[in-house]
């Protein structure tokens, strides 16, 4: 069973950055796609990023030109979110996906306040 553990959230004052970590227990270049999702209260987990091997990443609208997802090559993908705002506050998942397989974290809140 692959393990997935999201990690960096926290709370950010409106305009402010953080990084999210995803590590994986095994080596994340084998994945198919990573992705990064979030849910806030009320609503639909949502897409937010996410990168398909061989592909260029694919951003939500709301968050193109202010995220960026990456790998290290090994077992750890990143979500780089600059200009954050109260919107962006949600829970943030790491979805890794091989074949038939699809893992999920448990998640990393982010709060952003005004």
């Known amino acids: 069973q692959v393990q997935v553990v999201e990690s960096g959230g926290g709370l950010v004052q409106a305009g402010g950055s953080l990084r999210l970590s995803c590590e994986a227990s095994?080596?994340?270049?084998?994945?198919?796609?990573v992705g990064w999702y979030r849910r806030t209260p009320g609503k639909e987990r949502e897409l937010v990023a996410v990168?398909?091997?061989?592909?260029?990443p694919n951003y939500a609208d709301f968050v193109k030109g202010r995220f960026a997802i990456s790998t290290d090559g090994a077992n750890t993908a990143y979500l780089l979110m600059n200009g954050l705002t109260p919107e962006d506050t949600a829970v943030y998942y790491c979805?890794?996906?091989?074949?038939?397989?699809?893992?999920w974290g448990q998640g990393t809140q982010v709060t952003v306040s005004s």
């Open positions: 095994i080596n994340i270049v084998i994945f198919d796609t």
């Open positions: 979805h890794l996906r091989y074949g038939s397989g699809s893992y």
């Open positions: 990168v398909q091997t061989g592909s260029a």
